[in-house]
């Protein structure tokens, strides 16, 4: 079981580059979720997933968007890169969207706009 | 604005000391609240949780205290060990299928030898 897994690890963007975050997870869980995490900020929801074929915005969903590709599959992408956005992103996969459910994190993708 | 306000920033303890940290929050319809632990270069993972019901949790070392009335909670870590060096979040939920987790900002402990 490799759990939640991300890629890639790093990344250094110029600004308005676009890319592809991407997430997947092998424990059959029906949600899904990304997160970024600054310094002195704490996680802050990006997007969400509550089952296949649906996303919600979360917290700070300006300048991303995502895609739930199938059940394991979840990428988010920054259409034009901001310095602003220069983050940690973390990817996470619980088995509902209830609240008492344990969220699984990935190791996470370094991300740095120039 | 939902929020989840924790307390210290950072903490140094030293090699068989207490940790504490506090978190509050304000929206009284959070009922659950769970711990998450974050070692460097890792995604966060879940320590443990406590639903109101409860005054207390414990789990080896760590224990959770509740205080409902006061709107706070706290995450003592009894002789601590350096491998708990680790930045700690609290969180808070309505559960349900509103059930977002709402995060504290972090506290980055050390513990030292």
């Known amino acids: 079981n490799a759990g939640v897994t991300q890629t890639p690890k790093f990344q250094v963007l110029k600004t308005g580059q676009s890319m592809t975050l991407q997430c997947a997870q092998d424990?059959?869980?029906?949600?899904m979720y990304w997160y970024r995490q600054d310094p002195g900020m704490g996680l802050r929801l990006i997007y969400y997933?509550?089952?296949?074929?649906?996303?919600d915005k979360g917290e700070v969903p300006n300048g991303y968007n995502v895609s739930r590709l199938n059940k394991r599959e979840f990428s988010l992408r920054l259409e034009s890169a901001a310095p602003s956005q220069t983050s940690v992103y973390f990817c996470?996969?619980?088995?509902?969207?209830?609240?008492?459910?344990?969220?699984?994190f990935g190791p996470g993708t370094r991300l740095t706009v120039l | 604005q939902q929020q989840v306000k924790q307390s210290p920033q950072s903490l140094i303890v030293q090699k068989g000391g207490i940790s504490i940290i506090n978190c509050a929050y304000e929206?009284?319809?959070?009922?659950?609240f769970p711990w998450y632990q974050q070692f460097p270069g890792k995604g966060p993972a879940l320590l443990i949780a406590i639903r109101p019901d409860v005054s207390e949790k414990k789990e080896g070392r760590f224990t959770i205290s509740f205080n409902k009335s006061a709107k706070q909670f706290s995450l003592h870590i009894m002789d601590s060990q350096p491998g708990d060096s680790a930045t700690y979040f609290c969180a808070a939920s309505m559960g349900g299928s509103q059930g977002n987790l709402i995060f504290g900002k972090g506290t980055k402990l050390s513990v030292k030898p």
């Open positions: 996470a996969s619980s088995w509902t969207r209830e609240g008492r459910d344990e969220q699984f």
């Open positions: 424990m059959n869980h029906n949600s």
């Open positions: 929206n009284t319809a959070f009922d659950y």
């Open positions: 997933s509550a089952s296949e074929g649906t996303t």
